[in-house]
Structures are given as C-alpha cells and as structure tokens.
C-alpha cells in the first residue's frame, strides 16, 4: 500500500515539474531578413522544370526557396541535384537583382553571427548573412552554401567591375 501511495506522488510530482515547463516549449517566429529571404519563394524560376515533371514527388510541390533548393541536393538522383544547382544560382541571382544578395554561413554561433552582420546592411555590397546550420551539416547542405556563395560573390565581382 505504501508503495502504491509512493508511486501516485512521484506522477503527481512529475506531472507538476512538466506543467511548470510549458512556456519554455513554446516555439516563436523569427521575422528576420535572413529568415524571410531563406524560406522567400520565388515563383517564376523554370530551371529544370522538364525534369520535375517527370517526378510524381514534386507534382504537388514547388522547390522555389533557397530552404528547398538546398534539400533537393541530398537527393541521390544526379538529373535533381543539377536542377538543385541551377536553381540555387537562380535564386541567388534574383535576391542580388533585388538589392539582397545572400551569404550562407554555418558553424558555432553562425546565428548569432548572422544577426549581428545584419543588424547594418549598407556595409559589405549589403549582404545578407543567413545561418543555415550550426556546428555541423551534411555535405549537401555545404554545397548548397558554396553554390549560392560563388554565385553571389561573381555577381558582386561583376557589379563592381562596371
């Protein structure tokens, strides 16, 4: 009997300790430039839009934003990966005709780092740091920054040169 009372206060206990926890768990929005440029979909990119078709997994689908371009890199489909690339350097070149070009950045505190980069962005060409990963990602993701990077990177290059 004893043990029994004992088990009903530990749950009740438990369910207290839980209960006290829940605005901890509450997910708020992020309302950044990096956020709203990362996940911005772009409606008329066409690159690869033949091969998408061919694909019944994207009939319903818009790989538009830079978020989803960089997933369809982990794909083991080359024809995919090659629409990935093309679009990213799309997308890339459609935020800089915007007046935001992008950098991808990951790595500790790369979040932090973005914010803090983009708290002014009328220094360096007006870049716009996006954090895509903290510490580590997987090769695709990487891949994806160095697409988008390069990408960005020559157009500044070509801009400055006129």
């Known amino acids: ?11 009740l206990l438990s ?16 309302h950044s430039i990096s956020a709203q440029l990362y996940t911005k979909c772009f409606e ?23 978020a989803y371009c960089m997933m369809l890199l982990s794909y083991k489909d080359e024809e995919i990966k090659l629409v990935a690339e093309q679009r990213l350097q799309g997308i890339a070149t459609q935020l800089f005709q915007e007046g935001n070009p992008v950098y991808l950045i990951s790595g500790m505190d790369s979040f932090l780092t973005a914010q803090e980069k983009n708290k002014n962005l009328e220094d ?17 993701l990487r891949r994806s920054a160095d697409i988008v990077n390069a990408q960005t990177m020559q157009l500044i290059k070509q801009n400055s040169l006129r």
């Open 1 to 11: 009997m004893v043990q029994k009372i004992l088990s009903l206060i530990m749950l």
């Open 15 to 30: 369910l207290n300790a839980k209960s006290q926890n829940v605005d901890e768990s509450i997910e708020t929005e992020d």
């Open 44 to 66: 008329n990119l066409n690159q690869g839009a033949e091969i998408l078709e061919k694909y019944p997994a994207f009939k319903e689908t818009k790989p538009c934003s830079l």
């Open 124 to 140: 360096d060409h007006h870049i716009v740091y996006i954090s895509y990963a903290e510490c580590t990602s997987p090769e695709f």
